[in-house]
């Protein structure tokens, strides 16, 4: 993912040359976006931490927290609902990224605000 995101033009003969994702935006970046969007989303602070690896400090909350598994599907489906908006999103305003090139590939399906709800 690292790659990917950041590329590698930076590293000396790397086998595959990639450029980044979008020039300044990096790993990092997706994290802090992604815990911007589950707080936004009004995900517990007990999923957000399980979702990016981190412990929570608060031994009593530690202890006695759990992430039901209704919280788990309301943090994917909110995930998902904003995933499917930014897809559908690049689709109808650009012909010239990465998603429109995946689109047009046979047996590639990327979904659409329709196709999720």
């Known amino acids: 993912m690292r790659p990917a995101a950041d590329g590698n033009l930076n590293r000396p003969r790397p086998q595959i040359r990639l450029q980044p994702i979008v020039p300044g935006l990096t790993f990092h970046g997706f994290r802090h976006s992604h815990k911007t969007w589950m707080i936004a989303d009004g995900i517990p602070d007990v999923a957000q931490a399980r979702r990016l690896g981190h412990r929570i400090p608060d031994k ?6 759990h992430v039901a598994p209704e919280v788990e599907a309301r943090l994917l489906a909110a995930l998902q609902r904003r995933w499917t908006t930014a897809v559908s999103t690049l689709l109808t305003t650009s012909t010239d990224t990465p998603v429109a090139t995946l689109h047009a590939l046979p047996g590639i399906s990327i979904p659409t605000e329709q196709s999720a709800a």
């Open 60 to 65: 009593i909350e530690h202890i006695y927290s």
